[in-house]
């Protein structure tokens, strides 16, 4: 079986499940247009399989189709986006990249 990723609005994070069991998770707060991610944690067990990157990724696809700004206030989060500006850097309003350690869309 492979990883899954839902949203659980109940818990305010995302989640990745592996074979059922809870592998990982990225916390966030949604507030008018915005999705600040504030933490990103894989379970001891579940490290080294590339399931953190998968459950940001996919996070991050989500907010895209939800028309959503993205606030990476989590520095997984950050490093994901950095790793291919060309891909997520347009999720971060221009006005907080440099804040947040990104280029500005004159640069990228």
């Known amino acids: 079986m492979s990883a899954i990723t839902r949203?659980?609005?109940a818990e305010h994070r995302y989640e990745i499940h592996d074979d059922g069991r809870l592998a990982g998770f990225a916390v966030y707060e949604l507030?008018?247009?915005n999705i600040a991610f504030t933490h990103t944690e894989t379970l001891p067990e579940f490290g080294g399989r590339g399931l953190a990157g998968q459950l940001v990724a996919e996070a991050l696809d989500d907010a895209r189709r939800r028309n959503l700004a993205?606030?990476?206030?989590c520095p997984y989060v950050r490093k994901v986006i950095a790793r291919d500006t060309g891909?997520?850097?347009d999720l971060v309003p221009e006005k907080d990249r440099?804040?947040?350690g990104f280029p500005s869309a004159e640069t990228a």
Do not use: E, I, S
């Open 7 to 9: 949203d659980n609005p």
């Open 31 to 33: 507030t008018d247009g």
């Open 70 to 73: 993205v606030l990476p206030y």
């Open 87 to 89: 891909t997520y850097l």
């Open 98 to 100: 440099a804040r947040l």
